[in-house]
């Protein structure tokens, strides 16, 4: 058994080493354990600092293109290095390495695909009150939408077993960590949580720069991949208030109408109309929205039996550097995580082999 610790950096040359100091090389149930650091178009010294301190594996990602995008090509890559497990920690030093033992335990055991660390936020002291209080309405929200019991939602500190790192699949090039439970409940993979440890903040969120954006960015995210997985009954619900209340203006008009006084309503005939017609689209909408959620499935299901394929293929990660490697030619990092040739093009690196 083989277990990827993977870690996405944006800019992490100082963090870095007090990070992988913490990680365990060994533990019960792994024949080897490997780092893999995704490095988001970092500007600092991030992947010298992270190859002095023994990461094996490096993910180049020519510009910065985000968490969610750096999560998924990491995950792409372990599952091309022969990951059995994957743990996904962040840069910062917020995580203890070691329960990195208890996040694995579940999957060892067999009984879950995906373990998420729970922070029990409403104990960490870097959070102010407010933040609190978002975390654990956000985090509702997302139980709900997924059907799932996570209590930690947006933690990063994760272990995905192999089946659940084939299946996952994230769109959002913001989040990972609420697209991924929803995607979850909705799929073959089986959640579970561990209670878990944090160290104290080394500093501000990277990711959110200020309470105002965390809160919109989360709200429109939970919003959109619920609707996304969910499209009929968000949009039904829309067209049911919009229905009811051109019911309710119509009704109004007839009472109106009976008592012989329609005349003087007629605006709300016309405003009763204009809602009923709005209701009547955004119905259609939820229809439109679920034939593209059951294509959305088909296409997933494509794409994890590629994936499935690619790796009986061999086919190398992409932006991938090995450790003394020499960086991957410019051929063959263009292209985001389309699959490569399984052998890299040879003049230019037997030319850069030789230097
Ligand atoms: N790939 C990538 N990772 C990032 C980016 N910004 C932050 N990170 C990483 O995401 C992790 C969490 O970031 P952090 O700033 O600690 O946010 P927090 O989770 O709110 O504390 C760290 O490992 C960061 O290096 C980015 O733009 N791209
Ligand atoms: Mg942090």
């Known amino acids: 058994m083989k277990l990827i610790i993977q870690i996405p950096c944006k800019d992490e040359a100082e963090q870095l080493p007090a990070t992988l100091a913490d990680l365990p090389r060994e533990l019960p149930g792994f024949d080897s354990i490997e780092w893999l650091v ?14 002095a301190h023994g990461v094996e594996h490096i993910v180049r990602l020519t510009n910065n293109k985000g968490l969610a995008s750096a999560f ?10 022969g990951a059995d497990v994957v743990v996904n920690t962040d840069a910062d ?3 203890q390495g070691a329960d990195i033992a208890k996040l694995v335990a579940p999957i060892i055991a067999g009984t879950a ?24 309405l956000g985090s509702r929200v997302v139980r709900a939408a997924s059907s799932t019991d996570v209590p930690d939602t947006t933690s990063g500190f994760r272990a995905y077993n192999r089946e659940a790192a084939l299946q996952i699949l994230i769109v959002s090039r913001f989040t990972y960590t609420l697209e991924s439970i ?37 709200a429109v995210s939970i919003f959109r991949i ?3 997985y969910e499209p009929l009954r968000v949009f039904l619900t829309v067209a049911g208030v919009l229905l009811l209340a051109a019911f309710g203006v119509w009704v109004r008009f007839a009472v109106a ?16 109309a204009v809602l009923f017609n709005a209701g009547v689209v955004v119905g259609a909408l939820g229809v ?60 230019a690196t037997s030319e850069a082999a030789d230097s």
């Open 257 to 272: 109408y009976v008592q012989g006084n329609g005349s003087g309503h007629v605006q709300s005939l016309i405003l009763g």
């Open 182 to 218: 929803i995607q979850s409940g909705k799929q073959l993979i089986a959640l579970d949580h561990v209670p878990i440890r944090t160290n104290p903040a080394t500093r501000e969120s990277r990711l959110f720069p200020s309470m105002w954006s965390y809160v919109r960015r989360n």
């Open 288 to 347: 439109i929205g679920d034939l593209l959620s059951a294509q959305r499935t088909m296409i997933q299901r494509t794409h994890e039996r590629v994936r499935r394929i690619e790796l009986q293929l061999g086919v190398k990660p992409s932006h991938y550097e090995a450790l003394g490697e020499p960086p991957a030619p410019a051929a063959s990092v263009a292209s985001g995580s389309a699959p490569e040739h399984t052998e890299p093009p040879t003049g």
């Open 38 to 51: 995704i490095d988001d178009g970092s500007t600092d010294r991030t992947i010298e600092v992270a190859r």
């Open 93 to 95: 030093n917020q995580y």
């Open 113 to 136: 695909d995906m373990v998420i660390g729970d922070r029990d936020v409403l104990s960490i002291e870097h959070f102010s009150p407010l933040k609190k209080r978002l975390q654990r």
């Open 72 to 81: 998924q090509a990491g995950m792409d890559a372990a599952l091309k290095l």
């Open 226 to 228: 619920y609707t996304q």
